[in-house]
């Protein structure tokens, strides 16, 4: 088991880290505030990752991705 990494206060993207959650099935989720106004979940290993969770989704409603 690896040492805890507080994220509290860091910026990823537009997400900005509140605290930290825990998800249903156990795992460690960050609660985050996106600048869209949107809240999100997302794990320590995808907001840490280079290519990882930058936004809560707005990102790609932008672009035109949206289904």
Same mark, same amino acid.
């Given at each position: 088991? /690896?040492?805890?990494?507080?994220? $509290? /206060?860091?910026?990823? /993207?537009?997400? $900005?880290?509140?605290?930290? #959650? ?6 460690? $989720? ?6 869209? /106004?949107? $809240? #999100? ?13 930058? #936004? ?5 409603k932008i672009r035109g991705n949206?289904?």
């Amino acid at each position: 088991m /690896g040492k805890f990494k507080d994220l $509290t /206060g860091l910026v990823f /993207g537009k997400l $900005t880290v509140n605290k930290r #959650s825990v998800s249903k099935n156990g795992d460690i $989720t960050w609660e985050c505030h996106c600048s869209c /106004g949107n $809240t #999100s979940y997302p794990t320590t290993d995808n907001l840490c990752k280079k290519n990882g969770t930058k #936004s809560s989704g707005c990102s790609w409603k932008i672009r035109g991705n949206e289904n």
